[in-house]
T-cell receptor, first 114, second 114 residues
Framework: AQSVAQPEDQVNVAEGNPLTVKCTYS??????LFWYVQYPNRGLQFLLK??????LVKGSYGFEAEFNKSQTSFHLKKPSALVSDSALYFC????????????FGKGTRLHILP | GAVVSQHPSRVICKSGTSVKIECRSL??????MFWYRQFPKQSLMLMAT?????????EQGVEKDKFLINHASLTLSTLTVTSAHPEDSSFYIC??????????FGPGTRLLVL
């Protein structure tokens, strides 16, 4: 069965420092991987995805993520954090060969400290 | 990027009444739409998947007679919470997918049943 793990409930980073939000996954086939961000009382905004090709994926708002097949990871990164990056981040995976739906991690709350 | 709207954004109703939530893909045709429920400080729980013109597929534990889903066109899906009770109070989020890859999410509907 497919699954996603976000091991950190919360990540605190000082403004201007690099940030990493961790995600590992488990699927039987080749995964589609996604990152979404949620601001309070709002839906999810798409940040980036990995489908195939270059392992380093660049997305919205300066975020990027690296697909690492051997470690089954898809960590979200940004070189320099902004206070406005504070939000709830969800990693998601889909096994297109098996299922029509994506599975979400539990979410990681990112706090950027001014 | 693709835009998904939801209406209403917030609704308060009396116990026993029915509430309809609309989800529209504004600038693309969505062959598949998804309905999620999110409890405070938790991840999204998939309720059902609907394909245009066919019956929705409900996740285990979700009552199809309680949560009626209609996907009548490629740009509109509706979720009707029938005979709502306080335990149905939640944040409901729809999502739409164009093609096979990325899901785009609506802004969510906050339902409060008194």
């Amino acid at each position: 069965a497919q699954s996603v793990a976000q091991p950190e409930d919360q990540v605190n980073v000082a403004e201007g420092n690099p940030l990493t939000v961790k995600c590992t996954y488990s699927v039987s086939g080749n995964p589609y991987l996604f990152w979404y961000v949620q601001y309070p009382n709002r839906g999810l905004q798409f940040l980036l995805k990995y489908i195939t090709g270059d392992n380093l994926v660049k997305g919205s708002y300066g975020f990027e993520a690296e697909f690492n097949k051997s470690q089954t990871s898809f960590h979200l990164k940004k070189p320099s954090a902004l206070v406005s990056d504070s939000a709830l981040y969800f990693c998601a995976v889909r096994d297109p060969g098996r299922d029509d739906k994506i599975i979400f991690g539990k979410g990681t709350r990112l706090h950027i400290l001014p | 990027g693709a835009v998904v709207s939801q209406h209403p954004s917030r609704v308060i109703c009396k116990s026993g009444t029915s509430v309809k939530i609309e989800c529209r893909s504004l600038d693309f045709q969505a062959t598949t739409m998804f309905w999620y429920r999110q409890f405070p400080k938790q991840s999204l729980m998939l309720m059902a998947t609907s394909n245009e013109g066919s019956k929705a597929t409900y996740e285990q534990g979700v009552e199809k007679d309680k949560f009626l889903i209609n996907h009548a066109s490629l740009t509109l899906s509706t979720l009707t919470v029938t005979s709502a009770h306080p335990e149905d109070s939640s944040f409901y989020i729809c999502s739409a997918r164009n093609g096979r890859e990325t899901q785009y999410f609506g802004p969510g509907t906050r339902l409060l049943v008194l």
